[in-house]
């Protein structure tokens, strides 16, 4: 089955996607009350919408960034990033706002790449994210968001890892 859909298809309730980006997930929503999504580039944001518009689920799209969301606190069961978090300028800012707009006991669902757990190979990719980040849109193959989502307390549920990449489910500290 796609990751896409197993991410996403049975999460009910009132939903966050941050960095929604043209919408790759959206179509795969099948029980959630409301999907809302964030996306801070405006084109992709307006794709989204596109795509958001012939979901299953009602979907609302704010061009907005994860480190400021415009949302009230306690406001989502769960939240949801996919292949976002390498990119996020100030990613302890955005763990803080995911934080607080979640319901206590709330759920943050992440795919995501992070740094590699052997140093060597962690050191290769930090040599080359300063390059890397610049034509991949700010994309940090060094980035430490197991250790940063740890460190700011959250209890992470680790379910999947291959190669870098890691699936996990995050509950609100
Ligand atoms: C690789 S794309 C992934 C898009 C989508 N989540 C997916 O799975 O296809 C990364 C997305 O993160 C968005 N992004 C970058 N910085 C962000 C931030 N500070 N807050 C929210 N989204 C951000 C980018 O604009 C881009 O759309």
């Known amino acids: 089955m796609n990751w896409r859909r197993r ?18 997930n959206l179509p795969y929503y099948r029980r ?3 999907v809302w999504a964030i996306e801070p580039d405006p084109e992709r944001a307006a794709a989204a919408e596109r795509v958001g518009a012939r979901a299953a689920v009602p979907v609302q799209v ?7 969301l415009p949302f009230d606190d306690a406001m989502f069961d769960h939240v949801v990033s996919s ?6 300028r100030e990613p302890q800012e955005a763990l803080a706002e995911i934080g607080r707009v979640l319901k206590p006991g709330g759920v943050l669902h992440m795919v995501e790449h992070v740094r590699p757990q052997s140093d060597w190979l962690a ?9 890397w980040s610049r034509v991949a849109h700010n ?10 989502l ?8 680790l379910l999947r ?10 509950t609100r500290p």
């Open 32 to 34: 959630a009350e409301q």
């Open 139 to 148: 994309c940090h193959l060094d980035r430490p968001t197991l250790d940063l």
């Open 161 to 170: 890892t291959r190669l870098v990449f890691v699936k996990l489910r995050a």
């Open 150 to 157: 740890r460190s700011a307390g959250w209890e992470v549920e």
């Open 62 to 68: 704010r061009t907005a960034a994860a480190e400021a």
């Open 123 to 131: 050191a290769i990719f930090s040599a080359v994210t300063p390059a």
């Open 83 to 88: 292949l976002v978090f390498c990119s996020v």
């Open 7 to 24: 991410l996403v298809q049975d999460l009910t309730g009132v939903v966050l996607e941050v960095g929604v980006g043209g919408g790759a």
